[in-house]
């Protein structure tokens, strides 16, 4: 299956007719009459879809629909359509991360292939959140003290250097290191390093626990 699309716009006619067009394509198509009827009808961040949206809509406009869902946390990409395009707004939504700036009428194939494109990028996203919230859910397990195991190994230092910092023996910090490689599942210190960067533990802005 495709995906889905969601289609904002108040012109009902496009919306009949883009819907039409949409569905002989083989995707799922739910239409939206303004941003507050999606905005009341959250579409869902985990299946894959994009956002389909007029730029000038009675209400919220387009491009204040797409600040709104970005403050809301979705994921979902934004093909822009317009029957009224200018260089200041096109810029201002690609740079918040809009997919594509399409203008009214456009062709089933420029269509078609904006919303493919979108599509790819969103599932691309969709799998590395599903692969970093694998990694998050591995580093819970850890106690705290094997956490803290975790981020001076990454960070470079022997069991000798973080036996001292924490005030145990090399022993300990041995019996903590080899937990903290089987319970994140890896089996060189370059995958834990490799994951403690996708994690965000090596930013130097990142707080110490």
């Given at each position: 299956m495709p995906g889905y699309v969601h289609v904002?716009?108040?012109?009902?006619?496009?919306?009949?007719?883009?819907?039409?067009?949409?569905?002989?394509?083989?995707?799922?198509?739910?239409?939206?009459?303004?941003?507050?009827?999606?905005?009341?009808?959250?579409?869902?961040?985990?299946?894959?879809?994009?956002?389909?949206?007029?730029?000038?809509?009675?209400?919220l406009s387009g491009p204040e629909l797409q600040s709104r869902l970005i403050e809301l946390g979705s994921t979902l990409p934004i093909v822009f359509l317009t029957g009224h395009a200018d260089t200041a707004t096109t810029v201002k939504a690609i740079k918040a991360g809009a997919e594509d700036f399409l203008t009214k009428p456009v062709a089933s194939e420029l269509?078609?292939?904006?919303?493919?494109?979108?599509?790819a990028r969103q599932t691309v996203a969709?799998?590395?959140?599903?692969?970093?919230?694998?990694?998050?859910?591995?580093?819970s397990t850890l106690t705290p003290r094997e956490h803290q195991v975790?981020?001076?190994i990454?960070?470079?230092?022997?069991?000798?250097?973080?036996?001292?910092e924490l005030g145990t023996t090399e022993r300990t910090v041995k019996a903590h290191r080899h937990q903290v490689m089987e319970k994140m599942q890896v089996q060189s210190l370059a995958e834990l390093v490799s994951i403690a960067e996708r994690l965000g533990v090596l930013d130097p802005a990142a707080p110490r626990r």
């Open positions: 904002v716009d108040d012109d009902t006619s496009f919306r009949t007719a883009i819907e039409r067009r949409l569905k002989l394509a083989g995707y799922d198509v739910v239409t939206y009459a303004s941003a507050q009827d999606l905005l009341d009808r959250l579409p869902n961040n985990h299946l894959s879809g994009c956002i389909l949206l007029d730029v000038r809509i009675p209400g269509l078609i292939d904006a919303i493919e494109r979108a599509m969709l799998s590395q959140r599903r692969k970093l919230d694998t990694l998050h859910a591995l580093v975790f981020e001076l990454v960070r470079g230092k022997i069991n000798k250097q973080i036996a001292y």
